[in-house]
């Protein structure tokens, strides 16, 4: 890994710690009774450090795009392995969905990443398809030029 990915992801990961702590406050004060907070301050604290870490271990893991070598699905796989491990992690520590559920989160966070991978998917396959027809366009032009 270049200093310069090294860089970028330390960017993208207090990027991510910032967005983390936000929406885990916001989920916190507005999801439910904001007066616990006044009662559970420490356990509130956590709260926020736990949704931080997410925030930032999600956005630094997204420097796995860059990897020249690396395909979209290896990416995404890398990605989701990841990110899935982390939430599972600050799941269980912080108490975030019962066990009960777990199962239904399991797949909504699956289907998550396929629908992500899929729009990716075709999005580059679009993308070739237009380089690929330009690249005719001018190889036809080429042609025409020398044949005169």
Do not use: C
Not at 15 to 22: C, F, T
Not at 37 to 51: E, H, P, R, V, Y
Not at 111 to 121: E, Q, R, V
């Amino acid at each position: 890994m270049t200093k310069e990915m090294k860089n970028r992801m330390l960017i993208l990961a207090l990027v991510g710690y910032i967005m983390g702590m936000m929406l885990g406050a916001f989920i916190n004060v507005f999801a439910g009774d904001p007066s616990w907070i006044a009662d559970n301050k420490w356990f509130f604290m956590a709260q926020l450090f736990g949704s931080g870490l997410l925030g930032a271990f999600n956005m630094a893991g997204t420097i796995v795009y860059d990897i020249e070598d690396w395909g979209l699905t290896r990416a995404t796989v890398t990605h989701y392995v990841l990110a899935l491990g982390a939430f599972l992690v600050a799941n269980f520590t912080l108490g975030w969905f019962p066990m009960e559920i777990m199962l239904y989160v399991f797949i909504m966070f699956t289907i998550a990443y396929f629908i992500i991978w899929l729009i990716m998917f075709l999005k580059f396959k679009r993308e070739i398809r237009l380089m690929n027809q330009e690249l005719k366009e001018m190889l036809a032009k080429e042609k025409e030029g020398t044949q005169v």
